[in-house]
């Protein structure tokens, strides 16, 4: 069964201040990945997915992630954080169903934290 | 820019008592997905279905829970009757055929008294 693991429960960074957040998945065949971010309260917004292809892939809000299949990692980053990026962020691990859908599979969280 | 409605957007009931929650995914998305998330947690799928057949339902309590597309658009969960344990937030998503990507609503906050 897939599995992922966010190791980190909460990061502080100062504002302006690189980030990386880490993602390590346990999966058979080659997963499809994505990283989710969720403010307060609200649902989750996709920030970028891999598919295949180019292992560093791009998202909205200047964040990428790279795609390490030696390490099993899927690990987010950002070279400048801005105090609107504090929130929840998800790593998730994607399981292609023959009867159509993707199924999801949740790490539990980083909660980043921005020190202005 | 289309997006995943959900209602209500919060929910305070009292033990035993039925409570249902509805979601109207983006246009022409076949696929459907309701999300229990604990808090602290990730969410944890709970039925999914590909226009009005469930896929995959394996982790819905079906004794006190149940989920219905009748028509393939919209669908209702509902819970009856609930326990202080489904004090969550439920998050309903939908993904086109392809790529997959799952497009979220900004959920049902459900508190049990």
């Known amino acids: 069964a897939q599995s992922v693991t966010q190791p980190d429960i909460h990061i502080t960074v100062s504002e302006g201040a690189s980030l990386e957040l880490r993602c390590n998945y346990s999966y058979g065949a080659t997963p499809y990945l994505f990283w989710y971010v969720q403010s307060p309260g609200q649902g989750l917004q996709l920030l970028l997915k891999y598919f295949s292809g180019d292992t560093l892939v791009q998202g909205i809000k200047g964040f990428e992630a790279e795609f390490k299949r030696s390490q099993s990692s899927f690990n987010l980053r950002k070279p400048s954080v801005h105090w609107s990026d504090a929130a929840e962020y998800f790593c998730a691990v994607g399981l292609i169903l023959t009867g159509g859908g993707n199924k999801l599979t949740f790490g539990t969280g980083t909660q980043l934290k921005v020190e202005l | 820019e289309a997006e995943v409605a959900q209602s209500p957007r919060y929910k305070i009931t009292e033990k035993s008592q039925a409570v249902a929650f509805w979601c109207d995914p983006i246009s022409g998305h076949a696929t459907l997905y309701w999300y229990r998330q604990i808090l602290g947690q990730g969410p944890e799928l709970l039925v999914q279905f590909q226009d009005e057949s469930v896929v995959d339902d394996s982790q819905l309590p079906k004794d006190r829970f149940s989920a219905e597309r009748l028509k393939g658009v919209d669908s209702t969960l509902k819970i009856q009757p609930a326990e202080l344990g489904d004090s969550a937030m439920y998050l309903c998503?939908?993904?086109?055929?392809?790529?997959?990507?799952?497009?979220f609503g900004p959920g049902t906050r459900l508190t049990v008294t």
């Open positions: 998503a939908s993904s086109p055929d392809r790529p997959y990507e799952q497009y």
